[in-house]
């Protein structure tokens, strides 16, 4: 079957890094997107990464390795408005989204 | 970005009635569309892929007959929720995706917020 995984929820304080985990089995692997979620709304893009390595745009940045099945979502500087959920999904062979669970990241004062 | 808009926002309807959440993509054509629902802090949930012109193809344990969908041109689906329980109570997202590129992001409308009482 096809599973990806993430932390159910992490915590962080304002200013600070927090690194967000996502693991993924899936038939077949063309691209990871990450999103974010506030509570009520519709998620919104934040990257896409489809090649192993370091994508970066401003405080955010995101890492894949295809061959571990791995990614993570880096978040920098954090504000409070980064308090949201962030979701992994992966599109399989068959080009469908296939979606974590999604993270709640709770920043602190 | 591709603009995807859903209607209405926010719907409250009685127990027994039916409800319609139209999809429009604004600026691009979407061959498929897809519905979501998704329930207080938990993911979004597959419901249905939605194909302009044909059936649309419905996920494991998601009625048909209860959730209706139509998309009828390149621009427009809808989902029509009939016969409504409060535990069809929920947030519907519809997304779609720019047709033949292939690691498009997916473009969300606003998301409906459905509450049967």
């Known amino acids: 079957g096809q599973n990806i995984d993430q932390p159910t929820e992490m915590t962080a304080t304002e200013g600070a890094i927090v690194q967000i985990n996502c693991t993924y089995q899936?038939?077949?692997?063309?691209?990871l997107f990450w999103y974010q979620q506030h509570a009520g709304e519709a998620p919104t893009f934040l990257s896409y990464n489809v090649l192993d390595g370091l994508e970066e745009k401003g405080r955010f940045s995101s890492f894949l390795s295809r061959s571990k099945g791995y990614s993570y979502l880096l978040l920098k500087e954090l504000q409070m408005k980064d308090s949201a959920s962030y979701l992994c999904a992966v599109v399989d062979s068959n080009y469908q989204l296939i979606w974590g669970a999604g993270t709640k990241l709770i920043i602190k004062p | 970005g591709a603009v995807v808009s859903q209607h209405p926002s926010r719907v409250i309807c009685k127990s027994g009635t039916s409800v319609k959440i139209e999809c429009r993509s604004l600026d691009f054509q979407a061959t498929t569309m897809f519905w979501y629902r998704q329930f207080p802090k938990q993911s979004l949930m597959l419901m249905a892929t939605s194909n302009e012109g044909s059936k649309a193809t419905y996920e494991q344990g998601v009625e048909k007959d209860k959730f209706l969908i139509n998309h009828a041109s390149l621009t427009l689906s809808t989902l029509t929720v009939t016969s409504a329980h409060p535990e069809d109570s929920s947030f519907y997202i519809c997304s779609a995706r720019v047709p033949d590129r292939v690691g498009t992001e997916a473009f969300f409308g606003q998301g409906t917020r459905l509450t049967v009482v």
């Open positions: 899936t038939s077949g692997f063309n691209g």
